[in-house]
């Protein structure tokens, strides 16, 4: 033994050393482990624990202190090492962090992990974990739009609070419309599905024209108020306009969110206009936002 270090085993602890030795489930390094500790208290020699565990004299003299200093639990774990690569400097950190706020030196649009990992003289990986640790993405963009419309702001108001706070007595409506709506149908009739036998349809079609689908949501309960019509004009807006009046009840003021598209755009959608039974700035019923 170890000069120095005197191991005397308490009954507790020289029952958890032999279980541990008796199960055939412990990793094996801890069984010698345990094995070298009670060789150690019971008095054999550094050589002869050497022959029988098949270790080196420097590994029983680190166990036996390890023992001596942290118990039967220092035995059951490893302490932590230093890692063989040294940790990157901060002004290497600092170096990748400002580089990844210009543009590329190569031609591309955007750094890469791996462009940056050759300009910085660093792996990938500690790209990747600088880039992580201050929340840096050089590859996403957020897109924005800037309205040049001087009364942006009490439209924007306006729109928002018929949506989270809408005015009693009324039915607040999102409108929209999707144009060029391909009708097609497969040249054949498929067969059903049936036992042992997938579904048939063929890989080719014939086109029966477009659509346009116009609809309105409901922004209370869900429901929709949709008509498909054949062109893309105001005239076919206005009649969906009209149709969605029908459909609401009376003594209902109806709002309509409507997009800037080209049928609601148009200078024949305007006050006045001949052949307008119900739009947004001849109905009473139906004050447009948008």
Known sequence: MRPGISITLCPSDRRRLEAIGADRNTPQKQVWRAEIVLLSAEGVGTVEIMRRT?????????????????????????????????????EVIDRVVALTATEPLHEATHWTAAAMAKAAGISVSSVQRIWKAHGLAPHRLRRFKLSRDPDFLPKLRDVVGLYVDPPAHAV?????????????????????????????????????????????????????????MQRHRHQEFIRFLNAVEAAVPAGKVVHAILTTTPPTSSRKFSPGSPGIRAGPSTSPRLPARG
């Open 172 to 228: 607040v409506l999102s409108v929209d419309e999707k144009s060029q709506i391909q009708a097609l149908d497969r040249t054949q009739p498929g067969l059903p599905m049936k036992p042992g036998r997938a579904g048939t349809l063929t890989h080719d079609y014939k086109r029966h024209g477009t659509t346009t689908l116009f609809a309105a949501l409901n922004v209370l309960d869900g429901t929709v108020i949709g008509r498909c």
């Open 54 to 90: 098949g270790t080196s004299k420097t590994c029983v003299w680190r166990w036996q202190e390890r023992f001596a200093e942290a118990g039967v639990e220092g035995l059951l774990r490893d302490k932590t090492r230093p890692s063989r690569v040294p940790p990157l400097g901060q």
